[in-house]
């Protein structure tokens, strides 16, 4: 091995915005470890000033074609909260089975799609399709019945339209509710054997000290209402967020990293809710984890593709229940009537949580908006892991170090951008090393 080297990959083709990474040795040594992310502004906040409340979800849906549900919801409840609204319960219930739909999803895309290839040596899904044709065939059945219900209930699968600030603009009835309940039944067999054939790849064996964070109910996993936690002592309102969670820019970013002020990184996702919220998952999927023995506290971040398969199958469970129980509502919303407030949102996006704060006047009008996606949350822990992971094992060749670190950033599902398994690597040694 060359003494000093820099592992580079310029530039993750098919994304959604622009990344890359570095890692830099020097005599041996790790010197350095960037999760670049160059992608062009966005200014979502600056679209939102000026504009009217009841347009803040569709316009922050725009900002996730994967978790459009977590950005409307964020939205939705930040303006309903503002305003004094309280939605009816059988509208809650609507808002959390459509968001099973987004977790149901998305995690079926990550699993299959995206991150099980890492762990069997594939290039990508149609290589590993060839000699696993059930898994990816499984995957791709999971993830239509999560499209599925975003669709019945959102109007269309992606940036669903039927949503809105008070409740939706037309609710489905129970006989259209019930045509899904044999596939979601059905997805929960396939989710619980997902569990079991998840535990089964093989684990690096790379554990971290971390700060988990997340929503807590005490009664419910929590998908859209509680306070934030973390294991670490942090007990706080959603409203408070800015008093304990500082971003800040960075130089090989336009993508703002965020920290807890005085402690540093933390980390928000699957693996956060898994630890703080285990004793809230419903009995199968406690069943599930109980037979994989996975339990908290867990700090193998390459174990989340586990913990995605466990949030499907309790997704799954979560549906039928509101199914279930479901009364189609007399008034499909709630009239919202503005005054001049600061209004917070916060829900937990299949990446973790997404946070809003929203400034408006009198007449309902947006002031301003700042807006903190699970991706800015898990940037300075990505980068940590790269540090800690290449250190460990700075003596692999540069092909296998660059997939694995691939696989570190893979971990987080920051984003589908980031998860894509084509990439442009260059590898360069310094002109001084050792022969």
């Given at each position: 091995m060359k003494s000093s080297r820099t592992l580079k990959v310029d530039y993750l083709a098919r994304v959604e915005g622009e990344g890359g990474l570095r890692i830099k040795f020097k005599n041996g040594?790790?010197?350095?470890?960037?999760?670049?992310?160059?992608?062009?502004?966005?200014?979502?906040?600056?679209?939102?000033?000026?504009?009217?409340?009841?347009?803040?979800?569709?316009?922050?849906?725009?900002?996730?074609?994967?978790?459009?549900?977590?950005?409307?919801?964020?939205?939705?409840?930040?303006?309903?909260?503002?305003?004094?609204?309280?939605?009816?319960?059988?509208?809650?219930?609507?808002?959390?089975l459509i968001f099973c739909g987004e977790w149901i999803e998305s995690?079926?895309?990550?699993?299959?799609?995206?991150?099980?290839?890492?762990?069997?040596?594939?290039?990508?899904?149609?290589?590993?399709?060839?000699?696993?044709?059930?898994?990816?065939?499984?995957?791709?059945?999971?993830?239509?019945?999560?499209?599925?219900?975003?669709?019945?209930?959102?109007?269309?699968?992606?940036?669903?339209?039927?949503?809105?600030?008070?409740?939706?603009?037309?609710?489905?009835?129970?006989?259209?509710?019930?045509?899904?309940?044999?596939?979601?039944?059905?997805?929960?067999?396939?989710?619980?054997?997902?569990?079991?054939?998840?535990?089964?790849?093989?684990?690096?064996?790379?554990?971290?000290?971390?700060?988990?964070?997340?929503?807590?109910?005490?009664?419910?996993?929590?998908?859209?209402?509680?306070?934030?936690?973390?294991?670490?002592?942090?007990?706080?309102?959603?409203?408070?967020?800015?008093?304990?969670?500082?971003?800040?820019?960075?130089?090989?970013?336009?993508?703002?990293?965020?920290?807890?002020?005085?402690?540093?990184?933390?980390?928000?996702?699957?693996l956060a809710r898994f630890n703080l919220n285990f004793k809230q998952l419903s009995s199968l999927a406690l069943q599930a984890a109980s037979e994989v023995k996975l339990a908290p506290v867990c700090n193998n971040p390459f174990k989340t593709i586990i913990i995605r398969s466990i949030e499907i199958l309790y997704a799954c469970e979560e549906a039928l229940r509101i199914i279930e129980n479901y009364e189609r509502p007399a008034e499909p919303a709630i009239a919202l009537k503005p005054v001049a407030t600061t209004a917070y949102g916060c829900t937990e996006a299949p990446r973790g949580i997404c946070w809003h704060r929203y400034r408006l006047d009198e007449n309902g009008t947006i002031l301003d908006a700042r807006i903190v996606p699970p991706t800015s949350q898990n940037q300075k822990t990505i980068e940590n892991d790269l540090l800690h992971f290449v250190r460990r094992n700075a003596d692999l060749s540069d092909e296998k170090l660059t997939w694995m670190c691939e696989q570190v950033i893979r971990n987080y599902d920051p984003c589908i951008s980031c998860s894509c398994h084509f990439l442009n690597v260059k590898i360069e040694h310094d002109a001084t090393a050792k022969k």
């Open positions: 040594a790790v010197t350095g470890a960037h999760f670049d992310i160059f992608e062009p502004p966005r200014f979502f906040e600056a679209f939102l000033r000026g504009r009217k409340f009841w347009e803040a979800p569709d316009i922050t849906a725009r900002i996730c074609g994967i978790c459009p549900i977590a950005y409307i919801t964020c939205a939705c409840q930040a303006m309903e909260s503002g305003f004094g609204v309280k939605l009816n319960a059988q509208l809650q219930a609507l808002r959390r995690h079926a895309l990550h699993i299959y799609m995206l991150h099980a290839p890492d762990f069997l040596g594939y290039p990508d899904a149609v290589a590993m399709a060839a000699d696993h044709p059930s898994i990816v065939q499984q995957g791709l059945q999971i993830k239509k019945l999560g499209n599925d219900l975003v669709a019945l209930i959102g109007g269309r699968e992606i940036h669903p339209v039927n949503l809105k600030t008070g409740g939706f603009y037309r609710v489905p009835t129970r006989n259209e509710l019930f045509s899904l309940s044999d596939r979601i039944k059905s997805a929960c067999d396939a989710a619980y054997q997902a569990v079991l054939w998840a535990a089964t790849l093989p684990f690096p064996d790379f554990e971290q000290d971390y700060e988990f964070v997340a929503l807590h109910h005490p009664a419910e996993y929590a998908i859209m209402d509680g306070a934030l936690v973390s294991n670490r002592g942090l007990e706080i309102q959603i409203s408070d967020f800015e008093h304990y969670i500082q971003e800040e820019q960075v130089e090989h970013s336009t993508s703002l990293h965020a920290e807890m002020k005085g402690r540093g990184a933390y980390v928000v996702g699957p």
